[in-house]
């Protein structure tokens, strides 16, 4: 198939699927200037090109970050391979189809779990998702709960954000060259509302429809991890007003919004935080069996709200506008 810019891609079976990419502790839930041709071209209205790829076998819409416990079940599921001027994504993404729409499953620690929170390539992963034409990314993540009320097994689908992350590249938009020699310009993106409204939306009304009442709204809070917080951090994440913490929600939610991507973080609750719980504190155990507890109803939902999303040509969210008024330097695929 054609490469689109700044990308390789090569299709062909899903292999074997670990469901060991499903254990984590909190980070996924796998586990806890003026607008140019070349702007108008690397902008967000390109259904054009979507529709080109619509009939190929490494084409998608929507994006899932997660998993294999989130697409293993589904029939005739395509691997992809992706490259990308950031280097490799964490892993192939995994094609298939869920309510009639084509999605692309990647999982963000690897198949095999062997990338941790901090190290992860969000960039590339983000940048490998819209090369096959992903538009809108639901990202589910395990987090701590930061008030007692969100125990564990609360589905939050947070509005806000706050960043405590301390290594990570967080940006396309850098000015510095890229190893293909394409220069982007220094962007500044408007990141006020980092969430999709349409997609909170949807996953807010998918859960509740599942009799799964899920909080609407809250803050997430991203620390680097991979180790947990201390009670004394923990306590001040709370004090702050923040309600959940996780470590892989940023810069995710941010190079999404670079891409001109919808991106909804759904957020489940697999402990209460050191400093909300009396004991010992965080238990890698505990959050993998509670993961496990609801895996099941996690994906009935992401399901449900991958078909209740805007088709593409139809999106005309904050997201879709990221771009207006810049000049960005480069193409995006």
């Known amino acids: 198939m054609a490469t689109t810019p700044g990308s390789s891609i090569s299709t062909g079976p899903a292999g074997d699927r670990d469901g060991r990419d499903d254990l984590d502790a909190r980070d996924d839930l796998d586990a806890r200037g003026d607008l140019d041709d070349r702007a108008d071209r690397a902008g ?24 294999s416990g989130f697409y293993s079940f589904l029939d005739d599921v395509r691997e992809v391979s992706v490259t990308t001027p950031y280097g490799d994504p964490s892993d192939s993404l995994f094609l298939g189809e869920v309510a009639g729409r084509r999605v692309a499953f990647l999982p963000r620690h690897g198949r095999r779990h062997h990338i941790p929170p901090h190290l992860i390539n969000y960039r590339a992963n983000l940048w490998a998702l819209r090369s096959v034409g992903v538009r809108q990314v639901l990202g589910p993540c395990a987090v701590g709960g930061l008030r007692p009320e969100y125990g564990p097994g609360t589905l939050l689908v947070p509005d806000q954000l706050i960043d405590r992350t301390k290594n990570r590249a967080q940006t396309y938009f850098d000015g510095e060259a890229r190893p293909d020699g394409a220069v982007p310009r220094v962007v500044h993106i408007s990141f006020a509302d980092p969430y999709c409204p349409d997609g909170r939306q949807a996953a807010v009304k998918a859960a509740r429809g599942r009799d799964w009442q899920a909080v609407d709204g809250g803050t997430l809070v991203v620390v680097e991890g991979p180790r947990f917080s201390t009670r004394a951090e923990s306590r001040w994440h709370a004090a702050n007003g923040w309600s959940v913490v996780g470590m892989t929600g940023h810069p995710e939610a941010v190079l999404a919004r670079e891409l001109g991507l919808c991106y909804t973080s759904l957020t489940l609750v697999t402990d209460l935080d050191a400093g909300t719980e009396t004991g010992e504190g965080v238990s890698h155990t505990e959050v ?46």
């Open 288 to 333: 993998l069996r509670v993961f496990g507890e609801n895996i099941g109803r996690l994906r009935d939902v992401l399901f449900d709200a991958i078909g209740a999303l805007p088709a593409t040509a139809d999106r005309d969210c904050l997201c879709t506008h990221a771009h207006d008024g810049w000049n960005l330097g480069i193409e995006l695929p």
């Open 44 to 67: 967000l209205d390109d259904r054009a090109g979507l529709d080109d790829r619509a009939g190929l076998d490494g084409y998608a819409e929507i994006g899932v970050i997660g998993g």
